[in-house]
Each structure stands twice: as C-alpha cells, then as structure tokens.
C-alpha cells in the first residue's frame, strides 16, 4: 500500500573537530579520534570529511536533494519510491605519508531496501570493522588499494553506487533502521596489505 508510511533512520557521519597543534609521531595511525564517526591522524591530512547532501520530501512523497550537507538525513519511505542518498568523503591537504582510505558500513536494511557501494572505486575486504559493519578500502579504480599520498587530489570520493536506496514496491517495514559509516585512514607499513593495516589499527572500538 503506497500510503502506507514507515520511518527510516539512514545516516552518515560526520566531519571534524581541532587538529594537533605539534607533536611527532612514530606511527601515523589513529593520533586524532573525532568527535562523529571519523577517524585519522592530523600528520595524514588537514581534513577528514564524512557528510552527505540534505534530502527533502516532496508532496508526492519522493525527495530531492538540495546543495546543504548534513551528517544524517531521516526518510518517510514508500514502496517503490527511491531515494537519493548521497555520502561522501574529502580528504584536504594530503601529506606525503603514504595511507590507506577506509570505510565500515554498519546497519541493518530490509530486504525490500537495497544499496551498493560502489565496486568501482571501493573493495570488500571481507573483513568487520570496530562497529560490526562490513569494511571497504579506497582503490580509486584500480585492481586494488590505492595508496594516497600528497599528490592525491581532494575531490569528493562518493561511497554508494549511482547514489540511490531502491526502495521495493512490496516494501512494508514495520519499523526504523539505520545505515551508518565510519571513515578511517591509516598509513601503509612495509609487508602488510590493507586488511592487515585495517585490523592492527582498528579492530577494536574506537569509541
């Protein structure tokens, strides 16, 4: 029944807070945890941002998105009516330090709801992150893990494929759920692939 309305929570986190004002570190990984669901050293970059553009209802019960970015957006969902979603990450000011971008996608979607993340730029590692969700390292298009490094160049890196949750026409949740991420990056050691730099580093809570 399309008039039949379910509220959906589907957030993504958040961006930053002070960084580092001095200090030298042995090991660039995870000197600086932020305040929302981001997490890396001030030595890997100036900016670590996880955001996503706001969405709103229309009167025919769909959404647009407007240019505003926010940290979570709340769905009325419909059967059949997608929705656009758009979460992101920018990285400002990449230093030299080489590193590994990473994603945990956590939450529990219906099976009448579905989303991709894009296999484009991002591989499943087959691993879970600190939160229990499904983690995903940044290969920018290539075979596998792409390095950053100061050349990197700060564009907006998207997280789900074609920007949209696709919503069944026998869509009849009875109830909310949620979709979070969390960003992490950490930089490379010798020897080691992204799976092993993710679970060394932040395998456990980092709350």
């Known amino acids: 029944n399309r008039k039949s309305y379910r509220t959906v929570f589907v957030t993504a986190a958040v961006l930053a807070a002070a960084l580092l004002t001095g200090g030298l570190y042995a090991k660039y990984i995870r000197s600086v945890k932020l305040s929302g669901n981001v997490t890396f050293s001030a030595s890997l970059a100036d900016e670590f941002i996880l955001a996503e553009h706001k969405t709103v209802r229309q009167p025919d019960g769909g959404y647009v998105t407007e240019a505003e970015t926010v940290s979570k957006n709340d769905y009325l969902l419909m059967p059949g009516v997608d929705i656009p979603k758009d979460p992101y990450i920018i990285i400002g ?49 290539k075979a596998d893990a792409a390095v950053l490094d100061e050349n990197f160049d700060g564009q907006p890196i998207g997280l789900i494929k074609d920007n949209i949750l696709t919503v069944s026409d026998s869509y009849a949740h009875g109830g909310s759920f949620g979709l979070d991420f969390y960003g992490y990056m950490a930089q490379t050691e010798s020897g080691k692939d992204a799976s092993q730099i993710f679970s060394g580093n932040f395998s456990s809570s980092t709350d």
Not at 106 to 129: A, F, M, N
Request: net charge negative.
């Open 93 to 141: 000011n990449k230093s030299s330090i080489p590193s590994y971008l990473f994603i945990e996608a956590v939450g529990t979607v219906p099976e009448t709801v579905k989303y991709e993340i894009d296999s484009g730029i991002w591989k499943d590692l087959g691993i879970k992150g600190a939160h229990g969700g499904d983690v995903y390292v940044f290969t920018g298009g």
